[in-house]
C-alpha cells in the first residue's frame, strides 16, 4: 500500500512578535497557503527502518536531522506500527520562511496515520516538532498565535496573488529571533487590524498596517535582502517577507499586474528566483 500527500507551502502576510511564552517567542500571525507543494510518498515496511529518497529540492542534511524522518520515527513510536520507505519530493525552497520543513512533517503524520488507519493526535505530536506544523496539518487562511502552536481558521473568500522572490541563503529561525532580541525594538501587533482591512478589501488599509517584526532582524542577518526589497518595491505597492525569510513577496489583488510585474522582474535579471503563486483556502 502506498500514500501521496501533498502540502502546500504558506506566506506569512503578517507577523507580530508580541514577547515570550516561556522560552518561545509569542506572535500573531495571518497566515495563507499558497500553490506550491512539497509532496511525500509513503510505503510500509515489514521492519522498523525509516528510509528516506529526495527528489527535485535536496535538503542537504543527513537522514537523522531530517524532519520528515523524525516525524515518521516519532509516529512510528508513539502508536508501535512498522516503519515507511520515504520519497521526498521537494519544491518548496529550504530555509526561506515558505514553511518547507514543516510541510514534510505534516505531510509525513497525515501521511502515516492514513498508512497505518491509527487514530492519531497528530496536533500532539506535531508540537513536538515545529511551532507552525499545526497550521500545516490543515493550511488555508489562518491566524496563528501563542508560539505559532495554535491556529484559527479563517475565510477570506478571494484569491491572492504572489511573487516570491527566494534567495539561495536562507536564514535559520532560531538566529532570527536571536536578533530581534539583541535588537531590542518595541513593537505593536497589527494582525488583526490586517485582516479586517483585507476581509473588507481595503487593500489601502491593509498595506499601511500589515508586517513583518522579523523583516529587520533578517536584513542585519542578510544584508542583501535590504537591496532585493528595494528593487521589488518598484513593481508592486506592497512587498514584505515570509516567516523569518529569507524569501520576500510582493502581494496583488490583480492576476494581471502580478503577471506584468514578473516579466519586467525576469528583465531584471530575477529569473531564476521568481515563483509566481496563488492563494489557496
Known amino acids: ?28 500571525s495571518l497566515v495563507v497557503s499558497i500553490d506550491l507543494f512539497d509532496t511525500v510518498v509513503l510505503k510500509k515496511r515489514k521492519d522498523n527502518e525509516v528510509t528516506i529518497k529526495e527528489e527535485g529540492i535536496k535538503t542537504g542534511c543527513t537522514k537523522e536531522e531530517n524532519n520528515a524522518y523524525k516525524a515518521a520515527n516519532l509516529f512510528m513510536d508513539t502508536y508501535n506500527t ?7 519530493k521537494k519544491k518548496i525552497p529550504l530555509a526561506g520562511g515558505l514553511g518547507g520543513s514543516s510541510a514534510d512533517i505534516a505531510a509525513v503524520l497525515i501521511g502515516m496515520k492514513k498508512l497505518f488507519r491509527v487514530d492519531a493526535d497528530l496536533k500532539k505530536l506535531s508540537s513536538k516538532l515545529g511551532s507552525d506544523v499545526v497550521y500545516m496539518l490543515n493550511g488555508g487562511f489562518s491566524l496563528m498565535t501563542e ?23 536562507g536564514i535559520s529561525s532560531k538566529d532570527c529571533y536571536e536578533n530581534f ?8 501587533s497589527t494582525s488583526r487590524d490586517a485582516f479586517s482591512y483585507l476581509l473588507a478589501r481595503d487593500f489601502d488599509g491593509f498595506k ?6 522579523l523583516y529587520l532582524p533578517a536584513v542585519d542577518i542578510l544584508p542583501e535582502i535590504k537591496k532585493d526589497m528595494e528593487v521589488l518595491e518598484t513593481e508592486a505597492d506592497f512587498v514584505s517577507m515570509t ?39
Open 1 to 28: 500500500m502506498e500514500i501521496i500527500q501533498r502540502i502546500p507551502a504558506k506566506i506569512n502576510l503578517t507577523l507580530d512578535v508580541k514577547g515570550k511564552i516561556g522560552d518561545y517567542h509569542e506572535i500573531e
Open 82 to 88: 512498522s516503519g515507511v520507505d520515504i520519497i521526498l
Open 208 to 213: 499601511k498596517v500589515a508586517k513583518n517584526d
Open 181 to 188: 532580541d539583541k535588537l531590542n525594538k518595541e513593537t505593536i
Open 147 to 169: 508560539t505559532g502552536s495554535n491556529s484559527l481558521k479563517l475565510k477570506l473568500g478571494f484569491p491572492l496573488y504572489f511573487i516570491i522572490l527566494t534567495n539561495s541563503k
Open 243 to 281: 516567516g523569518a525569510g529569507s524569501s520576500l513577496f510582493m502581494l496583488f489583488s490583480d492576476k494581471k499586474k502580478r503577471d506584468i510585474a514578473y516579466r519586467n522582474l525576469k528583465k531584471k535579471g530575477y529569473k531564476g528566483r521568481l515563483i509566481k503563486a496563488k492563494s489557496i483556502e
